[in-house]
C-alpha cells in the first residue's frame, strides 16, 4: 500500500526558507491521475492547503502563499519537495504531505512533521 | 474564519446518532464534491467520506455523507468512544481558485 513520509528542517529561524522531502513507497510517483500535495496546521487550527506539483512539473499553489513557496517532483527518487522562503512565525506548523485526486481528495497521507519557527 | 462553516463541537453518547454540519456558499459546496476527513488525537486526517457520500474501503458504514446545495452534513450512527475526534469538510471553491477546509468539529463522546 501507498504510504508516504516527511522529512526535514524542524526548528528555523524567521527569514529562512523551509525544506521538507516526502518519500513515497508502496507506489510509483509517476501515477497517471493524481497529484502530489503539501497541507499545513498550525498548533491547535485547522488545516490549510499549500499547493501540488504533479510527476510532470505541473504545479498549483494556493494564492495567500503563491509568492513564497515551490513544489517539486523528483521521479528518480520516488519523493516529492516543498520550499517555503522568508519563513515568520506564522508559519509553525505540522507540514503533512498527500496525494491528491480531485481537488480536495487526499489520500493517503504522511505523518506529518512539526516546523517550528523562532528566534 | 473559514469559507466553510463547521460547529466547533459536537457530542454525543455511546450508541447515539450524531451529525456535523458544514455550510458553505455557491462558489464551493453549491459547485464542488465535498470531502470529510477524521483527525484522531496526535495522528494525521484521514479520508472519511469521497465525493460527497462515498465511502472509501475500510470506512464503517456506521459512517455517511450528504449534500444538499450550499450545505454538506457528515452523519454517525452507533457512535464509539473511538470515534471521538476532530472532523473537517474540504471542497473547492472556485472564486478563490483554492482547495479549502472547514475549520473543524470537535467530536466528544460522553
Known amino acids: 500500500q501507498l504510504q508516504l513520509q516527511e522529512s526535514g528542517s524542524g526548528l528555523m529561524k524567521p527569514s529562512q526558507t523551509l525544506s521538507l522531502t516526502c518519500a513515497v513507497s508502496?507506489?510509483?510517483?509517476?501515477?497517471?491521475?493524481?497529484?502530489w500535495s503539501w497541507i499545513r496546521q498550525p498548533p491547535g487550527k485547522g488545516l490549510e492547503w499549500i499547493g501540488y506539483s504533479y510527476h510532470s512539473g505541473s504545479t498549483y499553489y494556493t494564492p495567500s502563499l503563491k509568492s513564497r513557496v515551490t513544489i517539486s517532483v523528483d521521479r528518480s527518487k520516488n519523493q516529492f519537495s516543498l520550499r517555503l522562503s522568508s519563513v515568520t512565525a506564522a508559519d509553525t506548523a505540522v507540514y503533512y504531505c498527500?496525494?491528491?485526486?480531485?481537488?480536495?481528495?487526499?489520500?493517503?497521507w504522511g505523518q506529518g512533521t512539526l516546523v517550528t519557527v523562532s528566534s | 474564519q473559514s469559507v466553510l462553516t463547521q460547529p466547533p463541537s459536537a457530542s454525543g453518547t455511546p450508541g447515539q446518532r450524531v451529525t456535523i454540519s458544514c455550510s458553505g456558499s455557491?462558489?464551493?459546496?453549491?459547485?464542488?464534491?465535498v470531502y470529510w476527513y477524521q483527525q484522531l488525537p496526535g495522528t494525521a486526517p484521514k479520508l472519511l467520506i469521497s465525493r460527497n457520500n462515498q465511502r472509501p474501503s475500510g470506512v464503517p458504514d456506521r459512517f455517511s455523507g450528504s449534500k444538499s446545495g450550499t450545505s454538506a452534513s457528515l452523519a454517525i450512527s452507533g457512535l464509539r468512544s473511538e470515534d471521538e475526534a476532530d472532523y473537517y469538510c474540504a471542497a473547492w471553491d472556485d472564486s478563490l481558485s483554492d482547495v479549502i477546509f472547514g475549520g473543524g468539529t470537535k467530536l466528544t463522546v460522553l
Open positions: 508502496g507506489g510509483s510517483i509517476n501515477s497517471g491521475g493524481y497529484s
Open positions: 455557491s462558489s464551493n459546496i453549491g459547485r464542488s464534491y
Open positions: 498527500a496525494r491528491e485526486g480531485d481537488p480536495g481528495w487526499f489520500h493517503p
